[in-house]
Nanobody, 123 residues
Framework: VQLQASGGGLVQAGGSLRLSCAAS????????IGWFRQAPGKEREFVAA????????FYGSAVEGRFTTSRDRARNTGYLQMTKLKPEDTAVYYC?????????????????WGQGTQVTVSS
């Protein structure tokens, strides 16, 4: 599986953006999708995750209530809807996939990563 993240850009504080994560290649099993972000000089941080079924979602404390993750299995695409954006949300956002099961907030669980898309929130 290959992942392609897109939808990043420059937005003013309080604004919204929607990121997409398109999966391609030979998909032989279901996979959960995670979203992470990394700001300059900081560790890569868990943002959100959604299970293969789409029934369960999980969020990092910094984004809960502002971000929503979803997926369209028919299109093999995951989404991260970001609202009420803050300057501290500025980072490169990555999507990742895993079929292992486990704690979806753990970076080490994921074995496939997209290339990242830059999100910049101006104050």
């Amino acid at each position: 599986v290959q992942l392609q993240a897109s939808g990043g850009g420059l937005v003013q504080a309080g604004g919204s953006l929607r990121l997409s994560c398109a999966a391609s290649g030979r998909i032989v099993s279901g996979f959960d999708i995670g979203w992470f972000r990394q700001a300059p000089g900081k560790e890569r941080e868990f943002v959100a995750a959604i299970t293969w079924s789409g029934i369960s979602t999980f969020y990092g404390s910094a984004v809960e209530g502002r971000f929503t993750t979803s997926r369209d299995r028919a299109r093999n695409t995951g989404y991260l809807q970001m609202t009420k954006l803050k300057p501290e949300d500025t980072a490169v956002y990555y999507c990742a996939a895993t079929s292992k099961g486990g704690t979806l907030s753990a970076r080490d669980l994921y074995d496939t990563w997209g290339q990242g898309t830059q999100v910049t929130v101006s104050s």
